[in-house]
RNA sequence: GGGACCGUGGUCAAGCUUGGUACGAUACGCGGUUUGGGUCCGCGUGAUCCCCGGUUCGAAUCCGGGCGGUCCCA
């Protein structure tokens, strides 16, 4: 059934093939009708802005909705903070995971698998990364009815599984670079909070290790990854910023850690990716060791980094999403356009037959459409279905469009439309494509940098945290300093900023004394 | 880590105070009707009322414990 989304497969076929999605509930309509009358309650004016309400007031209603309806993922999984992708959601995801790889596999990472299970002995050889870890992993300590002598984990992260096999890879210099990716399932034992797709207790990324014979390497690495990262991202049309992390909220056993933080319309940031240097500790723990151009055995150095798919297609999701569901960029839609046939009985022969010669001629420029013509449902039905699904372009062919040999499209994220002549059509949809691209870039962009603030003194900062912003001050570095902000507003130091310098503009916020960063506060998940 | 609220067909939801095996909507199936923004009608399907224990002749309802969820604060 999923593989009817999926580029790849050989006969993609129209939703008739597809059960699941001709079977949509109409749980959103509910919730859009109780949203209603409560904003006549409030407001006694039916004209009020109805997104305020889903999007930003009443974010957690409406995300937990969107999830369920436009079949994203199905949290009803029976074990808390594991949940279900299910296919269109899956399919996003899999567009997603395709752009990482492609841009990894283009640098020289490998593609490869390792096992779920990690031995006790190799976990715990680096003391940092134990330390960061620890509380939150989950243990096999049996097999049936005997208790193991060597007890496993359920990775949270590869490096220990990795650096034993890189350390048999590498004998010389020239084995070096090593680079490889993996796209898996990691496991974290979350304490409490999880949410589907933010935050679970088994979720879906990709991860990329490498080892390099110098400082400079891996430095370079960690440039050529934020690279990948940022051109996934920027296709998804998100806004972020890229923030070095302070010290002490660094990856365990790491020297410095990039992340990409997005917002979020409740407020909280959103941690979508990190890299990571890792300097020599994991190397000289793991003994990766290598013999240099002078017959001398050096220690490698290592990097990592990972793309968590859940969060960033809770991003795509929550950035571009309206009140009537999801509003996909064209490039992961798993179906970009989709034909709506207006069927008459008169000339329903000939509207027919109009939408399939439109579905085959966008079919052939590499369009994926689909051509709902199921005769069960009213266009209108299908016009909410499909927007909910956030499928980029509508295409209406009715009685009107077959005999004047023209389509009429509508934009999913203005519902703008347009009519074209049959001749333009595929020019025009590849233009609106890019047109629709460009105009969730700028509004995800504009939304972050609305949420941006400056702030000088606590009171202000405080105030700016309970408006949920995404607040710059000036620090003074010191650790104790950022514990103290966290304990007095309800944000904390995020970090500073990685792809553009910034300079301090006065003395840290809390202690006075001199500013050396300008820190970006937040809440987060 | 602390607190508040909640758990009833696939989904939403009434009933809970004042115990008597569950109102309804939507979905799903079949038939007909309709189709340029959620057609209408008929018939049918579908719930061990989250779990375990207690009180009781009798528990969705009261009590205890657990599991799960949402939100707020740290």
């Known amino acids: 059934m999923l593989s009817c989304f999926i580029e790849s497969f050989p006969h993609e076929e129209t939703i008739n093939c597809c059960p699941s999605l001709i079977a949509f509930p109409y749980l959103f309509k509910t919730l859009r009708h109780n949203l209603v009358e409560e904003e006549l309650d409030m407001t006694g004016n039916k004209s009020s802005n109805r997104k305020e309400l889903l999007a930003k007031d009443n974010f ?28 269109w959601g899956m399919s996003i995801a899999k567009r997603i995971i395709g752009m990482l790889e492609e841009g990894l596999e283009k640098n020289g990472n490998e593609p490869m698998q390792f096992p779920v299970v990690i031995p006790e002995d190799a976990f715990q050889k680096e003391e940092d990364h134990i330390e960061g870890f620890s509380g939150e992993v989950f243990w096999i300590t049996h097999a049936g009815e005997n208790e193991l002598e060597r007890k496993l984990i359920l990775r949270p992260t590869s490096e220990t599984a990795i650096y034993p096999m890189f350390k048999l890879w590498m004998r010389s210099h020239q084995d070096l670079p090593i680079r490889m990716h993996q796209t898996c399932n990691v496991y974290r034992y979350e304490t409490k909070a999880t949410r589907p797709l933010y935050r679970g207790r088994e979720f879906l990324w990709n991860e990329g290790h490498t080892a390099h014979v110098n400082y400079d390497d891996a430095e370079k690495e960690v440039k050529n990854a934020a690279k990948i990262y940022r051109s996934v991202y920027d296709r998804l049309g998100l806004s972020y910023i890229m923030l070095k992390r302070p010290d002490f909220d660094k990856f365990a056993g790491a020297d410095y850690s990039i992340a990409f933080d997005t917002w979020n319309p409740d407020g909280k940031v959103n941690q979508i990716g990190t890299v990571h240097q890792l300097g020599y500790n994991f190397a000289k723990a793991f003994e990766l060791t290598y013999e240099d151009p002078n017959g001398e055995q050096a220690t490698a150095i290592t990097t990592c980094y990972g793309m968590g798919f859940g ?79 956030g499928v980029p372009l509508r295409l209406e062919v009715g009685p009107r469009e077959a005999e004047n040999k023209k389509a009429t499209l509508v934009r999913r994220d203005n519902f703008e439309k347009i009519q074209v002549e049959e001749a333009h059509l595929v020019d025009k949809v590849h233009e609106l494509f890019q047109e629709i691209f460009m105009n969730l870039k700028k509004k995800s962009k504009a939304k972050l940098d609305e949420l941006l603030a400056d702030a000088y003194n606590m009171d202000e900062l405080k105030s700016y945290m309970d408006e949920r912003r995404i607040v710059r001050v000036n620090w003074c570095g010191d650790a104790d300093c950022a514990m103290n902000i966290k304990d007095l507003v309800s944000g904390e130091i995020r970090g500073t900023r990685w792809d553009i310098e910034e300079k301090p503009t006065g003395n840290c916020i809390l202690c006075g004394d001199e500013g050396k960063y300008i820190a970006y506060v937040s809440r987060t998940y």
Request: glycine content about 6%; charged content about 30%.
């Open 311 to 389: 969060r960033t297609l809770a991003a795509t999701i929550s950035h571009h999403g309206d009140d009537h569901g999801l509003v996909l960029p064209p490039k992961v839609a798993p179906k970009q356009l989709v034909i709506i046939p207006i069927l008459f009985k008169k000339k329903g022969e000939l509207t027919i037959n109009y939408a399939k010669r439109l579905e085959a001629k966008l079919q052939e420029a590499g369009i994926r459409v689909v051509l709902d013509d199921d005769t069960r449902f009213n266009p209108g039905d299908k016009y909410y279905k499909w927007e909910m699904y």
């Open 60 to 87: 957690s209603e409406w995300y937990d909705n969107v999830l369920l309806e436009a079949k994203i993922v199905d949290d009803r999984y029976p074990v808390k903070g594991f949940s279900v992708y299910t296919g």
